[in-house]
């Protein structure tokens, strides 16, 4: 493993604990449950659990994410 194949390993390392930690402190103050189910609060669909498992702290389904992102709700 050379200097490069360390660095990279390194900073892929230190970006999935940052993101890790980030998810863990992030609460999910606006979130809106329906019926015991957590909803997206721009269209109130139910989020899919496997979603709610990679990202704990989601409040949007993975449709209405991607468009928060772009900017556009």
């Known amino acids: 493993m050379d ?3 360390r660095a990279q390993d390194y900073a892929a390392r230190f ?3 940052a993101l890790t930690r980030q998810l863990s402190q992030q609460e999910a103050p606006e979130a809106l449950v329906i019926d015991g ?3 997206c609060v721009d269209c109130e669909r139910p989020i899919p659990s ?4 990679r990202v704990p702290g989601a409040v949007r389904c993975v449709r209405c994410q991607a468009r928060h992102e772009r900017g556009r709700r």
Do not use: P
């Open 3 to 5: 200097t490069i194949d």
């Open 37 to 39: 189910h957590r909803c």
């Open 50 to 53: 496997a979603r709610l498992e």
């Open 15 to 17: 970006q999935r604990d």
